[in-house]
């Protein structure tokens, strides 16, 4: 069985289901923490993390507030046969705030009194865009220092435009599928230039599942659309 290390988010997560089929086995998971936060670090006692009573959420948020993805990698790279990566996450954008550092829109309710400054920087946006790859060439190095690149695998499955009924996918967030769809290609791109491999899903394979556990959403798919993941992921580790 091949150790695999997740950064994203359900895109890969989910495909965890369906891991024993295809000789794989979840050996860590970071989630909830974008790559600009990851490298732009802010302090953890300006936000109030204890309103949620799971402490999955609550270590993910403190982890995207530390930007801990970096230490993370350092202590499981030994550990780590496969590096799956997805951009899930990037889809939320940045705010920057007081401690100067970045911390992903996740919602995280802040102390009274602390609030973001500088402004947020929102998916897509160039601003953004510039900050990410800024990241990227620092997530790139990190990947090269641990002997990791070659292990890493951005899976890049689009978002469903129809679900299991044949029906069209409804916004329920305020992106559609196709506005992400067509603007996560860049970010795609510019990882692949960076020399990390990229296994792109074509479009019809990514189907909605409306009896997902999570609920619906473009990016809960059907057992077929995960088990189309790892086909494609193996076949180019």
């Known amino acids: 069985m091949k150790r695999v290390f997740i950064y994203g988010g359900c895109t890969s997560r989910d495909a965890v289901d369906y891991y024993p089929q295809h000789g794989l086995e979840l050996q860590a998971y970071v989630a909830r923490q974008s790559l600009i936060s990851a490298f732009k670090p802010a302090a953890v006692n300006e936000f109030n993390t204890q309103f949620t009573e799971s402490n999955f959420q609550r270590r993910m948020y403190e982890g995207d507030i530390q930007g801990n993805l970096a230490a993370t990698i350092r202590k499981n790279a030994p550990k780590i046969d496969v590096l799956v990566w997805d951009l899930m996450i990037e889809r939320n954008g ?53 002997k990791l690149k070659e292990k890493t695998i951005l899976n890049a499955t689009p978002w469903a435009l129809i ?32 020399g990390i491999k990229v296994v792109r899903l074509p479009q019809d394979v990514a189907v909605a599942d409306t009896e997902h556990k999570w609920g619906k959403a473009f990016f809960h798919y059907v057992p077929e659309t995960y088990e189309a993941q790892l086909d494609a992921i193996t076949k180019v580790i």
């Not at 995280?108 to 953004?128: C, L, N, Q, T």
Request: glycine content about 12%; aromatic content about 12%; proline content about 1%.
């Open 163 to 194: 679900d299991n009924k044949g029906q069209l996918v409804k916004s329920q967030g305020g992106m559609t599928a196709e506005f992400f769809n067509n603007n996560i290609e860049r970010y795609w791109d510019a990882a692949e230039e960076q």
């Open 94 to 146: 940045v705010a920057r705030v007081r401690s100067g550092g970045l911390v992903t829109r996740n919602g995280v309710p802040k102390k009274e009194g602390m609030e973001a400054i500088g402004g947020a920087y929102a998916f897509a946006s160039d601003g953004h865009f510039r900050l990410w790859t800024w990241a990227l060439d620092r997530w790139v190095t990190l990947l090269d220092q641990m």
